[in-house]
């Protein structure tokens, strides 16, 4: 039986920190699909087809990793491609309450996967995607933080 999970999020852009959790992922499950929601309660700064071309270059020829889109509710994501798993990461403590809360509204309408907490190498634990957005916005370096 192949193991699939889903790592659902906004990837306003790909960011190492999301990378090295997905390869963390590759150790545990057979198949990983990066799922971009199209719902997000943001309003993303890169088009939809910019972040999946992110993430297609930057996963380009890793083996079991697919890139793909998502609308709606996660959960009915999750049923449609058979996934047994939902991946986060966990940077810190002021992730977790978030996390948490939505990792149980998720079990709450699917109670048939679980969610799977994983933490990035502590050079990514302060890094978001916003944060990559500023600094560039405003001329800083952010090379070893994005693909
Ligand atoms: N490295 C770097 N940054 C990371 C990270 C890591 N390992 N893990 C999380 N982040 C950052 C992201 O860059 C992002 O930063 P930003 O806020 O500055 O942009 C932030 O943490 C969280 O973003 P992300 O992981 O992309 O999640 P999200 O909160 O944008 O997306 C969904 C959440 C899409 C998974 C959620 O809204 C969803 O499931 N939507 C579908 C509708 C649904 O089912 N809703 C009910 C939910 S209970």
Redesign the pocket.
Known sequence: MIRTAIY?????PV????L??IHRGKHLFDRIIVAV?K????SPYFSLEERLSFLRTALKGTPGIGVDT?S?????YVKIQKACA?I????AVS?FE?EF??AL??RR?NTRFETVFLM?DER?TY???????EISRLGGHVRGLVP
């Open positions: 659902p999020g906004s990837f306003d960011t190492n920190g999301h090295d959790i929601s719902d997000s309660h943001k998502f709606g509710l996660l959960t009915n939902v986060r990461g966990l940077r992730d978030y809360q939505m509204m998720n309408q990035p990514y890094l978001s995607s916003s944060l990559v957005r």
